[in-house]
């Protein structure tokens, strides 16, 4: 069974930097595309970054504007969510997700994921 675990999460001001953590275990991840999405009190789950297992291909939201990058660690099992220039719109909480095949956008086509973890930005 697929187990993803979100760590790195906190509590920061405006303008600083986390990087959240998912360590996958369960299988092997090769086929595998991995997502970060994020839900906000009262707002619906929303499409952050996607990457691709085998060969590290990558895709953003427009919205992010390069503040946040993905990246994977294939002898951890890890896949990474580095968040620069936060803001307290980006306060919610952040989910991992996985899906067999490539990188989607849409949260249905996600078959696991992680319980969040909760990122806080004051200002």
């Known amino acids: 069974q697929v187990q993803l675990v979100e760590s790195g999460g906190g509590l920061v001001q405006a303008g600083g930097s986390l990087r959240l953590s998912c360590a996958a275990s369960?299988?092997?991840?090769?086929?595998?595309?991995m997502g970060w999405f994020r839900q906000a009190p009262g707002k619906e789950r929303e499409f952050l970054a996607a990457?691709?297992?085998?060969?590290?291909?990558?895709f953003y939201a427009a919205f992010l504007k390069g503040r946040f990058t993905i990246s994977r660690d294939i002898a951890k099992n890890t896949v990474y969510l580095q968040m620069n220039s936060l803001n307290p719109a980006d306060t919610a909480i952040y989910y991992c997700?996985?899906?067999?095949?490539?990188?989607?956008?849409?949260?249905?086509?996600?078959?696991?994921w992680g319980q969040g973890t909760q990122v806080t930005v004051s200002s």
């Open positions: 990457i691709l297992w085998s060969d590290s291909y990558r």
């Open positions: 369960g299988r092997t991840f090769s086929n595998f595309a």
């Open positions: 997700a996985a899906r067999t095949g490539g990188t989607s956008v849409e949260i249905s086509e996600y078959d696991y």
